[in-house]
């Protein structure tokens, strides 16, 4: 009995390869990408210094120095992080999955085994936590 050569018994399905972005997840993607930038950018480590000197004499300046503006944030950008914040009460998994790729551009191996996954579903797990992103920003904007 001869076999089709087109046919293939028990093969596995076909993974997503992982630096491809799917047509419909493209906006979701860039929209990830300055998500992070901004992430970053917001939040730096800050010290904490002693406050005893503050209180002796001259050790103010003359002249006020000049307040830092906070940082103008893009409505979409804001959208995306509520709906990343909304994500990681429901399903953190994939909420720290997004997290993991975009804020700490971690690369694939480090993420997987951050999250206990196996590597070769990764680009179905990122490809269905953008979806849940898209989606709940969709429910936020009705």
């Known amino acids: 009995m001869k076999i089709a050569d087109d046919v293939i018994l028990y093969s596995k ?6 630096d491809e972005v799917a047509p419909q997840h493209r906006e979701v993607h860039n929209l990830g990408i300055r998500w992070g930038a901004w992430q970053n950018v917001r939040y730096q480590p800050a010290t904490c210094n002693s406050a005893e000197g503050d209180f002796k004499e ?12 906070a940082q103008v944030a ?9 709906a990343w914040r909304l994500m990681a009460r429901r399903v953190p998994g994939h909420a720290e999955c997004i ?9 694939l191996k480090l ?3 951050k999250l206990i996954l196996n590597a070769g579903n990764f680009g179905w797990y990122i ?3 953008r ?3 898209r989606n709940i920003m969709r429910e936020l904007d009705s």
């Open 13 to 18: 399905p076909s993974r997503l390869p992982v």
């Open 131 to 133: 979806s849940m992103v």
């Open 74 to 82: 893009d409505p979409q950008v804001m959208a995306f992080d509520s």
């Open 58 to 69: 001259g050790r103010y300046p003359d002249t006020t120095p000049p307040s830092t503006a």
């Open 127 to 129: 490809s269905h936590a």
């Open 99 to 107: 997290r993991l790729y975009y804020v700490e551009r971690d690369d």
């Open 111 to 113: 993420i997987c085994r």
